[in-house]
């Protein structure tokens, strides 16, 4: 069984840094495009990165978070990291990751693609 399990959410002040961890199990796809989303209560979900895992690899990010996080796998334990530097008090979200085969595309940001979704990790940030 597929299964995808976040971890590494918290509370951190503005400024600082956290990881999170998207635990992968059950796969058995050689090329896959894992993405990680964020939502707050009342508001449109929104795609915050993705990475293509396959022959290369290659990242999307959305411009709210460019330069400040960064999105890494690592084959071995099949985990996909979100390291969020310089956190500011609007990253405050669930965030999820989610995955589909193949390619991320253009549309790597649309939640409605991704075949497997993790329940999610809190992540607040204070002033």
């Known amino acids: 069984q597929v299964q995808l399990v976040e971890s590494g959410g918290g509370s951190v002040q503005a400024g600082g840094s956290l990881r999170l961890s998207c635990a992968m199990t059950?796969?058995?796809?050689?090329?896959?495009?894992v993405a990680w989303f964020r939502q707050v209560p009342g508001k449109e979900r929104e795609g915050v990165g993705s990475?293509?895992?396959?022959?290369?690899?290659?990242?999307n990010y959305a411009d709210s978070v460019k330069g400040r996080f960064t999105i890494s796998q690592d084959n071995a334990n099949n985990t996909v990291y979100l390291q969020m530097n310089s956190l500011k008090v609007e990253d405050t979200a669930m965030y999820h990751c989610?995955?589909?085969?193949?390619?991320?595309?253009?549309?790597?940001?649309?939640?409605?693609?991704?075949?497997?979704r993790g329940q999610g990790t809190q992540v607040t940030v204070s002033a």
């Open positions: 059950g796969f058995t796809w050689n090329e896959k495009c």
């Open positions: 989610a995955t589909k085969q193949w390619l991320c595309g253009s549309v790597w940001y649309s939640w409605s693609t991704y075949s497997v």
């Open positions: 990475i293509y895992i396959g022959s290369y690899t290659t990242t």
